[in-house]
């Protein structure tokens, strides 16, 4: 169906990205993900501060007829919260990559990031 | 057999369009040797055999229609109008299933939405959960709802909790590594300082029920107070809803989450059940709130509609990760209460309660005043102990003369072997009252 | 239409009172002054004719099984008598109060202790707790009673199997009696995989939540396997009997290893749905497991019938005993069907859904092509090249005047997707089926030709498709 994969992203098997700037990590789920999900109606604030482990729990994200998880990509410290996504969740059907971000992270351990899928694994991953 | 259509001939043309010969060919998924090969041992009876059987069986009750109860206890014996029942004995309601087609179920859908708005009105809270199976079980599920919002795993419960809600919290918690604690009652009401001191930093809920067990009216709006001052919540409990057509809203008492039990709202005792539980609580925790719920919206052409919303708390959507595993509830008692509240309307349930309120301080009075009973002070609703001294000889003599005894507090409160909770509803006239009053006395 | 709040008009009312004789009583001294109300409960003013108009006319904007075929999966909409709301509500019965000494409600008594043998004969089980109000409620309940059965015995076990193919309640009624859930994937043929049982059944694992027949409607022929599999490493083995419909007279839960069970009495046996409830989710158990069954249970002795507290009960899950109504009905049916009657039931169940699959396999692939028991899952899969989706298949079927089966449900990649879920119960007749068979095929050429007309379905209800997404966005939750 041609979902958007963006060069230059780490992906996630449960359908999260992450971009990597320096030791921050902004954290947001996929093209893909937004699409199964449908209409976004919700998603949990995060506490900023919160220590997180990969795979971790980092907040719930609801549509009408759906719910999942959205895991932490990296550990780390959650120095900042996108307050815009949180206020109005449906940005992240419009926007995945972009406006539609949802966290940053301090990474506190980079080596996390090989485990990761590039863009190209990623769209083979997803292509149905 | 006469609930299947389908005649000789017609399962023979269609074994055929199916392909096989025999309906056992239908079965070979399923290992032979665990396939029965007797009739199990049922007899078969006609509807009028059926009908005798069954009424003769029922003989072997007392004649309840015509026994008026000085009971309560959580189960009351209000007049039921007619028209409720005419309501939910329309098939369009009793033979529906859950509406999960909105379109062709605005009937079950907007009834959910108007009794949300009753009980919203009468409560003061913004998400009302309109069933949950009974007082019970939704006592159970609001304490597990406070300890997953504030992620403490302690709750504290007066012991005039009834004590049937107690037991099935305690069956609800028991995997979850909760600590129950009870706080003690001092005549007749909840004790505060009791309460108080058992508070700490991993209390989720403090959980009392008004009125109580005894019928006590507790003064929640302190125990509230108490409680968000120590940063635990409060959880409401009312066992006896008629008491909010007089009472104060537990929203203007400042409650978190409320659970309560619909029954007295045009619901028949039925030996303890279908009833029908509800929910309440503040806007702001929607998602952690159990159990379904109706929404207003509109279709593509603007016409107003109802359909089940804030699904994604449910279990066929979050499957182990949902609120609850609550699907089916008691749907149509929804309706019932509807209907009755409806019925009743702002006059109505404010006079109904008072009735019920005057006429239970009446009997009490006049029993005091015969000298024979004692009993502990507090302000009650429509029930009230008091200390019996020949307990037996009162229950056969009451019996005996078409009426249900009060509750035996020994049944649950060692120490109180001697006392009985009494209960009037508007079921009980004066005259009936006098009777009693009379027949004690001697 | 309107609400009942918009019909309200000041100084009406539907109800009647008996006069307040109780002048001498000042209400000011009854109620404290920390609970004197500030603010008038505003409920609506409307006097009985207009209630009863009101509540007649949303009656018709329902649809009930006395309306016609309500093919739901999993659900078995089957046809409810009427002679049983009649015997359900004998005033000895309606008027009964739960704190009633046991020798003055004897006749209710027998009828719950009957009821329960009478479900022991069909399930194979040896002992039933009435209590619960419904099926999740039932499956909380029995899940409780293998933690208990565990925590007796000193055995840690803290996980607990459930099939992709599960009901959402069973993971749900799985954690909230403290187990974690292990999914188990579906194999080709619709089953279990047993290789992943053999590997997961391990002494952390209380055991296996099954459903059989399944949610794709097909009997586990494993299932003796699987029960060795389970036992042998000394687990449980639950069964959901939300589908028991398909079973009747043909195989008992309790002679194929099943442990412990709830049915769900508004299913198999005939208890109206109500809108949603109430039923009963009355739960059966094995020997080892009565002593776990929730307090208190009907027991019987020289005649007399009275309520026992097992040694080493879970407790209460509810206030009281049962939804007690239900029950009579599902007496009522039980002995209207008889053993003879029940066998048939099933038999015509089975025989209606096969029909069905039959004729609708080459318009709606089904997600596994092989004889089903008493239900069929189609799918919708074809048609969403045509930009048609499966729930405006379903969409369109009210304007054909059928209740839609369950869709998007049972779920799991690769073979359940875009399901169709049907079925009949054996409360249908041929010409019934032959009508909703056709229909179904109209769609399907529709679906080709005119996907439109599907995508705005229906058309011919009171209301359209609602906006499910506003619903949540802005919320109104009442008036």
Redesign the interface.
């Known amino acids: 169906m041609g979902y958007k994969v963006i060069e230059g992203l780490y992906y996630t098997k449960n359908d999260e990205w992450v971009k990597v700037e320096g030791d921050i990590g902004t954290v947001g789920i996929t093209d893909y993900a937004q699409d199964k999900l449908g209409d976004i109606v919700y998603l949990e604030d995060i506490e900023k501060g919160n220590k997180i482990k990969a795979g971790e729990t980092l907040t719930t994200i609801e549509s009408v007829k759906a719910a999942s998880d959205i895991y932490a990509p990296v550990s780390g410290e959650v120095i900042e919260v996108n307050s815009e996504v949180i206020k109005e969740p449906s940005i992240i059907n419009k926007d995945p990559y972009g406006k539609g971000w949802i966290a940053k992270i301090k990474i506190e351990n980079p080596d996390e990031l090989k485990e990761l899928m590039k863009a190209e694994e990623y769209s083979n991953y997803r292509k149905e | ?6 005649t000789k001939t ?2 023979e ?3 055929k ?4 010969s025999s ?1 056992n ?7 032979e040797e ?3 090969k007797k ?7 006609s ?1 009028e055999e ?2 005798e ?3 003769k ?9 015509f ?1 008026k ?1 000085l ?1 309560g ?3 009351y ?1 209000h007049f039921v ?1 007619e ?1 409720v029942k ?2 939910i ?20 859908l ?2 959910m ?2 009794y ?3 009980l ?3 409560t ?1 809270m ?3 959960i309109p ?1 949950i ?5 939704a006592t159970a599920e609001a304490t ?1 709802m406070a300890m997953r919002l504030t992620h403490k795993n302690k709750v504290i419960t007066s012991s005039l909790l ?1 004590p ?2 107690l ?2 919290v ?3 918690t ?3 590594q909760t600590e129950i604690h009870i706080a003690e009652y001092k005549n007749g009401l909840s004790d505060l300082k009791s309460i108080e001191s058992m508070i700490d930093e991993n209390t989720a809920a403090v959980i009392v029920q ?1 009125p109580n067990f005894f019928g006590g ?1 507790e ?4 125990i509230a107070r108490i409680a968000h001052e120590k940063g635990t919540l409060i959880i409401q409990v009312i066992a006896e809803s008629l008491s ?6 537990p929203a ?1 008492m400042d409650v978190d989450i409320i659970a309560g ?1 619909a029954q007295s709202f045009g619901m ?8 029908n539980g509800y929910l309440g609580s503040k ?1 702001k925790y ?2 952690q709130i159990p159990g ?10 603007g ?5 089940m ?14 609120t ?12 019932a209460g ?2 009755y ?12 309660a ?2 019920n ?3 239970t ?2 009997l009490r ?1 006049k029993l005091i005043e015969t000298g024979k009973f004692s009993g502990f002070k507090y ?2 609703f429509n029930e009230f102990v008091l200390e019996v001294k020949d307990k037996e000889r009162i229950k056969d003599k009451l ?1 005996n003369n078409g009426f ?1 005894p009060p ?1 035996d507090l020994g049944t649950y409160y060692p120490g109180l072997e001697g006392y009985m909770l009494f209960a009037v509803t ?1 079921i009980l ?2 005259k009936d009252l006098d009777f009693i009053v009379n027949l004690l006395e001697r | 239409m309107k609400l009942i709040y918009e019909k309200s008009k000041k100084g009406r009312h539907g109800f009647s009172l008996p006069e307040d004789q109780f002048k001498e009583i000042n209400l000011k001294d009854c109620v404290p002054r920390y609970a004197k109300e500030k603010k008038e409960k505003e409920l609506p003013e409307v006097s009985e004719v207009e209630v009863i108009r009101h509540f007649t006319k949303l009656s018709k904007l329902n649809y009930g099984v006395d309306d016609g075929l309500y093919p739901l999966g999993s659900c078995t909409m089957k046809y409810n008598p009427k002679v049983n709301e009649k015997l359900a509500s004998i005033d000895n019965f309606l008027y009964a109060h739960p704190f009633t000494d046991e020798k003055y409600i004897q006749g209710s008594l027998q009828i719950m202790y009957e009821l329960g043998e009478l479900l022991s004969k069909i399930t194979g089980m040896d002992k039933f707790s009435l209590m619960p109000a419904a099926g999740a409620h039932g499956e909380l309940t029995g899940v409780l009673m293998i933690r208990k059965y565990f925590e007796d015995r000193g055995e840690k076990r803290h996980k607990m199997l459930i099939p992709d193919s599960a009901h959402g309640t069973n993971p749900a009624s799985s954690a909230m009696a403290g187990f974690k859930v292990v999914e188990v994937k579906s194999n080709e043929r619709g089953g279990v995989d047993i290789n992943e049982i053999e590997r997961l059944m391990d002494e952390d694992t209380a055991g296996l939540m099954l459903t059989n027949p399944n949610t794709v409607g097909l009997f586990d022929e494993n299932i003796l396997k699987i029960a060795k599999i389970v036992h042998s490493k000394g687990g449980l083995l639950y069964y959901d009997g939300a589908n028991l419909n398909a079973l009747l007279g043909i195989v008992r839960p309790g002679d194929i290893g099943f442990d412990v069970l709830h049915l769900n009495l508004h299913k198999t046996f005939s208890t109206p749905h109500g809108g949603g409830g109430p039923g009963a989710g009355v739960v059966g158990a094995k020997s080892h497991l009565v002593e776990f069954l929730p307090s208190p249970i009907v027991c019987t002795d020289d005649g007399k019938y009275f309520f026992e507290y097992p040694k080493k009960t879970i407790g209460r899950v509810r206030a009281f005993y049962a939804n007690f109504p239900v029950l009579v009905k599902a007496y009522a049916w039980i002995l209207s069907v008889g053993g003879k009657g029940l066998r048939q039931v099933s038999e015509a169940s089975i025989i209606n859904a096969n029909y069905i699959l039959a004729k609708l396999k080459k318009y709606y692939k089904p997600a596994y092509d092989r004889t089903c028991m008493h239900e069929c899952v189609l799918t919708g899969r074809e048609y969403k090249e045509y930009g048609v989706k499966t729930l405006d298949i379903a969409k369109r079927l009210m304007d054909y005047g059928f209740h839609p089966p369950t869709i998007y449900f049972p779920h799991f990649e690769p073979y359940a997707e875009e399901t169709i879920m049907v079925e009949p119960t054996e409360s249908e007749s041929k010409e019934t089926l032959d009508e909703f068979i056709n229909a179904m095929i109209k769609i399907a050429e529709e679906a080709k030709t005119k996907p439109d007309l599907l995508k705005e379905a229906p058309h011919n209800t009171p209301v359209g498709r609602l906006d499910e997404v506003k619903a949540v966005r802005e919320p109104k939750l009442h008036a």
């Open positions: 057999m006469r609930y299947i259509p389908n017609d399962e043309e269609m074994l369009e199916i392909g096989v309906f060919d239908l079965l070979k998924d399923i290992p665990v396939i029965l009739t199990l041992d049922i007899p078969t009876l509807e059926l009908t059987k069954i009424f069986i029922s003989k072997k009750n007392l004649d309840f229609r026994l109860p009971i206890a959580g189960a014996r109008p028209a005419a309501v004995s329309r098939e369009e309601f009793y033979t529906s299933y859950t509406p999960y087609q909105p379109e062709i179920s605005q009937g079950n907007q009834s939405f108007e949300q708005t009753h919203s009105r009468l003061g913004d998400v009302i069933s199976y009974d007082g019970a079980s597990l009834h049937h809600y037991e099935t305690r069956t609800y028991a995997p979850h008004s009216i003064d929640i709006e302190s909010l057509g007089l009472l104060k809203s203007e039990e028949d005792l039925n030996l303890g059940g279908p009833y806007m929607i998602r379904r719920i109706a929404g207003e919206t509109t279709d593509k052409e016409r107003r509609g109802y359909v919303t804030f699904r994604a708390r449910e279990q066929d959507i979050r499957r182990e990760k949902a609850s595993n609550i699907c089916s509830n008691h749907a149509l008692n929804i309706v509807n209907v509240l409806s019925l009743l309307g702002k006059n109505g349930i404010k006079k109904i008072e009735l309120t005057k006429a301080h009446y009075t302000p009650f019996i249900i509750f508007e006239t004066k």
